[in-house]
C-alpha cells in the first residue's frame, strides 16, 4: 500500500477522527502490515502489547473468558482496531481471526502520536494556538458525536455567533471523512438562537461515502433542541476543467488599509462624525475579533447612514494557522457570517432606526484551495430585499485574483421592535 492509501483508510478509523491530519500522515509512515490465517491468535490475553492494531480486511473475534460467544458487538470488521491504550499494558482478552486478517499496527514506540491537544496541530496545545482556532477546537465525545463551547473572548453578539455554528459543524463534520477528501460545499439553516452560557452538541450523520465523494449532516444540539443544520459534501482531488468568469474589482491593497482597531479610533475623533456617535464608539466596550478585517471604501457613513447594499473588505485569520487546508476552510466559514446579511440593511438606514438582522440560511462553495492567514477579499451585494428577508450574496478572491468561493444568504431584516413599557402599580 502507498501512504496515501493508508491515509485514506487511518481516516476512516473513529480512534484516529479526533488527530489532526499531520499526526494521520506520521502514523501512515511508521505503521507495520501483518496478516494471519483463519484461526490465528492476533494476540492472547495478559500478553503484554506491542502496538495498536487497526483492521484492514477481514474479521477478528473477542473471546475472554467471561463473553458469549458469536455475539456480534464483539465481532472485528474493517476500521476496527485494538490494543495499546484502550485495556491498560496487557490485553484482556485473546484476538482471533475469524478469516483471512489483515491489520496494520502502530508499534509501541509510536503510540505517543495518539495523543494530542488539538484536533489540528499534533506539536501545539490548544492554547498555544490562535483564538479562531480554538473557537473551532471540538472533545470527541464517542463516534460522531463532539461537543464546542463558546469561548469568552469570541464574536458572540449576545448570542452564539452563526459564523461559529458553521464553522464548528464542518470541523465535526471534517474529522468524519477520510482525510483525501475536503469540504467543496456547504448548506446550513439556523433554526434556534444558540445560548452561549452551555456547550453545544454536534451530531454527525454519515450519508453517504463513496470513492471521490462523501456527504455529512451536522445537527446542533442545545437543551434537547435542534438549533442548527448543515449538510457538507466533500470531494477527493481530481484533474479537470478549468475556468474563471468573476473579475476580482480593483480595490486597494490591503497593506495601505486602515485596520479595525485603526478605524475605531479615528473615528472617536473625527469632527465630520456626530458627536452622539463618536461617544457611542468611544465607550462601547471594543472586543477584537479572531479575524482581521479592512474594508476597502473607508468612510464617514455611520450605522444610521443610507449606503449602496454592496461591500468589500480584506479579511485574514490572526495568527498563523497549520497546513491543514481543512482548518483553513473551517476558518473562512466561520469568517463567512460576518458582516455579511447587514449590507442588506444598508439602503434602509435612517437616523434613529433600530434594526434586526437574523441568518436564516448559509451556503459557501469552495472552488479551489486557500489559506485563511492569507489575505482574502470579500466582496458582498445585496440584490434584494423584501418583506422581512434579505438576500446577499459573497464571492472570495485571495490576492492572485482567483475566485476561491462563493456564498449565499437569507435572513430576517426588519425594523427591531420598540421594548414593552414596564406596568407599574398606580397605588
Not at 507495520?32 to 484461526?39: D, I, P, S
Not at 440593511?345 to 437574523?358: E, I
Request: proline share 6%; glycine share 6%.
Amino acid at each position: 500500500m502507498n501512504t496515501d492509501s493508508v491515509v485514506e483508510f487511518l481516516g476512516n478509523v473513529p480512534l484516529l477522527q479526533k488527530l489532526p491530519s499531520s499526526s494521520l500522515k506520521k502514523i501512515a509512515q511508521v505503521v507495520v502490515l501483518k496478516r494471519y490465517g483463519k484461526g490465528d491468535y492476533v494476540v492472547r490475553e495478559d500478553q503484554t502489547w506491542d502496538g495498536c492494531y487497526f483492521i484492514l480486511q477481514g474479521e477478528a473475534q473477542v473471546s475472554g473468558p467471561d463473553e458469549e460467544d458469536n455475539r456480534s458487538e464483539f465481532l472485528l470488521k474493517q476500521y476496527d482496531y485494538f490494543g495499546l491504550g484502550l485495556s491498560g499494558n496487557v490485553h484482556s482478552a485473546d484476538i482471533v481471526a475469524m478469516s483471512q486478517l489483515t491489520c496494520l499496527v502502530l508499534p509501541r514506540d509510536h503510540c505517543h502520536l495518539l495523543e494530542t491537544n488539538s484536533i489540528w496541530q499534533s506539536d501545539t496545545s490548544v492554547e498555544k494556538c490562535s483564538l479562531v482556532e480554538r473557537i473551532l477546537q471540538l472533545d470527541p465525545l464517542e463516534l460522531n458525536i463532539f461537543r464546542g463551547i463558546t469561548l469568552p473572548d469570541a464574536p458572540i453578539f449576545g448570542k452564539v455567533f452563526g459564523g461559529q455554528f458553521v464553522g464548528q459543524a464542518l470541523a465535526a463534520a471534517s474529522k468524519t471523512v477520510d482525510f483525501l477528501k475536503i469540504v467543496h460545499s456547504l448548506h446550513s439553516y439556523f433554526l434556534l438562537v444558540g445560548d452561549i452560557d452551555i456547550p453545544i452538541i454536534y451530531q454527525v450523520h454519515r450519508i453517504r461515502d463513496g470513492n471521490n465523494f462523501a456527504t455529512r449532516r451536522v445537527d446542533a444540539v442545545q437543551k434537547g433542541n435542534i438549533i442548527f443544520i448543515l449538510l457538507a459534501s466533500f470531494q477527493k482531488e481530481q484533474q479537470g476543467f478549468d475556468h474563471q468568469e468573476s473579475t476580482m474589482p480593483s480595490v486597494p491593497d490591503p497593506d495601505t488599509l486602515l485596520s479595525l482597531e485603526e478605524l475605531r479610533e479615528r473615528r472617536i475623533t473625527d469632527p465630520h462624525l456626530p458627536r452622539s456617535y463618536r461617544n457611542k464608539v468611544a465607550t462601547r466596550n471594543f472586543v477584537p475579533w479572531p479575524i482581521e478585517i479592512r474594508f476597502c471604501e473607508p468612510s464617514n457613513s455611520t450605522n444610521q447612514t443610507k449606503s449602496p447594499p454592496r461591500l468589500n473588505y480584506w479579511f485574514r485569520a490572526k495568527g498563523r494557522l497549520s497546513d491543514d487546508q481543512a482548518l483553513h476552510r473551517c476558518v473562512v466559514a466561520f469568517a463567512s457570517d460576518l458582516i455579511f446579511c447587514g449590507v442588506g440593511l444598508n439602503p434602509h438606514r435612517r437616523k434613529g432606526l433600530r434594526s434586526a438582522a437574523l441568518s436564516l440560511d448559509h451556503a459557501m462553495w469552495f472552488h479551489r484551495p486557500l489559506r485563511a492567514d492569507d489575505w482574502l477579499l470579500y466582496v458582498i451585494v445585496s440584490p434584494s430585499a423584501h418583506e422581512t428577508r434579505g438576500f446577499v450574496t459573497g464571492e472570495m478572491f485571495n490576492r492572485k485574483g482567483e475566485l476561491v468561493v462563493s456564498l449565499t444568504q437569507e435572513a430576517l431584516l426588519r425594523e427591531a421592535r420598540p421594548p414593552k413599557p414596564l406596568v407599574t402599580s398606580k397605588l
